[in-house]
């Protein structure tokens, strides 16, 4: 059943992209019950298997219907574009007993049964206590399971963003949306309550149900994400701000370490830890995230970096808070590059 999202002039305008540690977090806990989801994972679902073990995570898993509602208030969209864990699950706790209850209500509703197991019937009576017992039990997985990983997480979906702003500054937002999944579609006019002239619709295919939503001015948050992998999510009623969760390019990689990817002959030629950093950089990437991800010092990868740079294989550019490098042509040719035989 198609989803579509009504968009007047404002909302092109408003629209933005944004990094959420909290919705990985919920979508790290989805990812551990979906074997569907485990083939590009499996690195990481076998550092944090003992951790998860020690986590009861069926109370979110009762609100994780496989086709349904989710609750909104246990995800809403950042105010920022890179928003703390710590910021968003206090917007968490902070949820009115009411709207949690009718949202909770609305989720348990798309699991037959759900709504009359003694965990439904809790949360249905007592809306404000399953607020913080939810919020205290999605802080517990960000801290078992994605914290570790963040800066390596952050480092792709941060580069992920940053692709797709020059590729919509390219190109604008209808060739934006043609590439970020094929279940979305562009165009036509907005038609819906509210809808004002001359407006456009972004159509997602293969979704539950059958749901429209006109913008109002509000724009949409596109968000990219390394666990919801190949589906994309939208959704979030009214208070909340509409969003687009996408797939993150580059989660082919995310778990690979730099050893596996550094040709000898590179290492032989460059140095080996100088190669590594070359070759880790398959997408743009920070100082901080690259030596955590190597496991090297800030101070040594800068060095790296700036000899790099000064040699022509990467270049570098400001985004936000911090300086992404990345490959040049030349670059590229290096670190794919296979030894001839023999």
Not at 27 to 39: C, D, I, K, M
Not at 95 to 112: F, G, K, N, V, Y
Not at 241 to 260: C, S
Not at 261 to 283: H, I, N, Y
């Amino acid at each position: 059943m198609p989803f579509h999202l009504h968009f007047g002039e404002s909302d092109l305008l408003r629209s933005r992209f944004a990094v959420s540690p909290l919705w990985e977090t919920q979508e790290a806990v989805r990812t551990l019950a979906r074997p569907e989801r485990h083939g590009y994972h499996l690195p990481w679902l076998r550092r944090v298997r003992g951790a998860a073990a020690g986590l009861d995570l069926a109370p979110l898993r009762l609100l994780m219907p496989d086709l349904g509602h989710n609750p909104d208030f246990l995800c809403p969209a950042p105010l920022s574009a890179v928003a703390s864990f710590e910021e968003e699950i206090e917007a968490v706790r902070a949820t009115p007993a009411e709207a949690a209850r009718t949202d909770i209500a609305l989720s348990l509703a798309d699991s037959p049964g759900a709504a009359g197991t003694p965990a439904g019937r809790a949360m249905l009576a007592d809306p404000a206590r399953a607020v913080r017992e939810l919020a205290d039990l999605l802080e517990a997985a960000w801290r078992a399971l994605v914290e570790p990983e963040w800066p390596r997480l952050r480092a792709l979906l941060e580069a992920d963003v940053a692709y797709h702003s020059r590729r919509l500054a390219d190109g604008g937002f209808e060739r934006l949306i043609g590439e970020l999944s094929p279940q979305l579609r562009w165009g036509g006019g907005a038609t819906g309550e509210g809808a004002t002239g001359g407006g456009a619709s972004l159509t997602i295919v293969g979704t539950h149900g059958d749901h429209e939503r006109v913008l109002g001015g509000q724009g949409l948050v596109l968000m990219p994400s390394v666990f919801c992998w190949p589906r994309v999510v939208s959704g979030y009623e009214a208070p909340w701000q509409p969003a687009l969760i996408y797939p993150a390019r580059g989660i082919g990689g995310l778990w690979t370490e730099a050893a596996d990817r550094t040709p000898d002959a590179l290492a032989r030629l460059l140095g080996r830890a100088r190669a590594d950093v070359l070759c880790a950089l398959d997408e743009p990437a920070g100082t901080t995230a690259l030596a955590h991800r190597l496991g090297l010092a800030p101070s040594s990868v800068s060095a790296h970096l700036s000899v790099l740079r000064g040699s022509g294989l990467l270049t570098s550019r400001r985004y936000g808070h911090q300086v992404l490098y990345e490959r040049t042509p030349l670059g590229i040719t290096l670190a794919v590059s296979q030894p001839l035989p023999d």
